[in-house]
């Protein structure tokens, strides 16, 4: 006869629980990394670059037709603004950068965790094989002894 496949208490012993990566990578995070991750989900995002140009434009056309006494940044001073807009874009850039960084760390965090699973479960999937086919045997046996 073949040898007594791995029990379940055995297979949970060997194998830890697989942990939930968004509570991990979030924990280990720091305050400057939590702002990074943020700016990245908002900033960066097609919402607000269509609020940027919305303004963008808005603030151009007024300036340029609006009435003249109405006018709160006349011809010289909205080149100022699309300089301003500019340094905040080249200050933005470099947070958008750290937080794709740090969600691409938490991407390839879950894929390990992924595999990891997958090892589990193939191993799950063996044991059960084996205890089917320990049952087969067993089955077979007393078949055999039935018959005869």
């Known amino acids: ?6 029990s379940l208490e055995k297979l949970r012993v ?14 280990d995070l720091n305050a400057l990394e939590r702002v990074a991750v943020w700016v990245t989900k908002h900033i960066g ?15 151009l056309i007024w300036n340029i037709f609006g009435p003249l006494e109405f006018r709160f940044d006349p ?3 909205f080149v100022l603004w699309l300089f301003i807009s500019n340094m905040v874009q080249l200050l933005i850039l470099p947070l958008i950068m750290i937080g ?4 691409n760390k938490e991407a390839n965090m879950r ?11 193939e191993k799950e ?13 067993l089955l077979k046996d007393i078949r055999d002894h ?3």
């Open 100 to 103: 794709q960084n740090l969600q």
């Open 75 to 77: 011809y010289p001073a």
């Open 14 to 27: 060997a194998h830890r629980p697989i942990a939930d990566l968004k509570i991990i990578s979030r924990v």
């Open 125 to 137: 999937i063996e044991t059960i094989i084996e205890h089917l086919e320990n049952q087969d045997e």
């Open 45 to 59: 995002s097609m919402g607000f670059f269509s609020l940027v140009l919305g303004w963008t434009i808005l603030w």
């Open 146 to 148: 039935i018959t005869r």
């Open 111 to 121: 894929s390990k965790r992924d595999f990891e699973v997958n090892l589990k479960s």
């Open 1 to 6: 006869m073949k040898h007594a496949p791995t």
